[in-house]
């Protein structure tokens, strides 16, 4: 009989357990290793009662155990592979007609089911990847080196504010 999967929360725990997983996985990479070569295995009672460890579940375990180890509560949410639109919009943390736009302009590709528009898990974590990058690089472009002449400093970031500006006009309202 399949178990449905639901979403689990996990509090911390008060004893040492997690953080010996937590000192184990972290020693490995402090020393340069990342995820060891050998395969990991998680292991019953028996000699025999093991089965390897794949790369995803040992990156699960990984920040489930940073986390725990930091004192947070962990949640397990499965996710469908494929989204509808306010699940995709919940997930970038922006409203659906955002959303809605994102697909349109094309910055987000999808499907349409129907009436309906479908969006690949894989696409909008993606998408989401190259939208951080984009705003750790403009942080970057803000950054001001100690030498640098703060009148030209003022007109890149007047440049900047001018296109962003441009762009937001440009696009279709909400």
């Known amino acids: 009989m399949a178990r449905a999967v639901n979403q689990e929360t996990y509090l911390p725990d008060e004893g ?30 028996a000699p025999e009662d093991r089965v390897e460890l794949p790369e995803d579940l040992y990156r699960v375990l990984r920040q489930v155990a940073e986390a725990l180890n930091s ?15 306010q699940q995709a919009a919940d997930l970038l943390g922006v409203s659906r007609p ?21 969006i690949t898990l894989r696409d909008l974590l993606a998408y989401r990847e190259q939208r951080r990058a984009d705003q750790y690089a403009a942080l970057d472009a ?22 962003i500006g441009e762009r937001r006009r440009a696009a279709p309202a909400d």
């Open 16 to 45: 040492e357990q997690v953080a010996r997983v937590y000192d184990f996985l972290k020693a490995r990479e402090d020393a340069g290793l990342g995820r060891p070569d050998v395969p990991c295995f998680l292991s019953g009672t």
């Open 71 to 85: 004192g947070l509560a962990v949640s397990v949410a499965p996710v469908t592979k494929t989204l509808t639109t």
């Open 98 to 118: 955002t959303l809605i736009r994102l697909l349109d302009e094309g910055q987000i590709p999808f499907d349409r089911v129907k009436s309906h528009r479908r």
């Open 142 to 163: 803000t950054t001001v080196e100690e030498d640098e002449d703060l009148d030209a400093v003022l007109n890149r970031l007047r440049g900047a504010r001018r296109a």
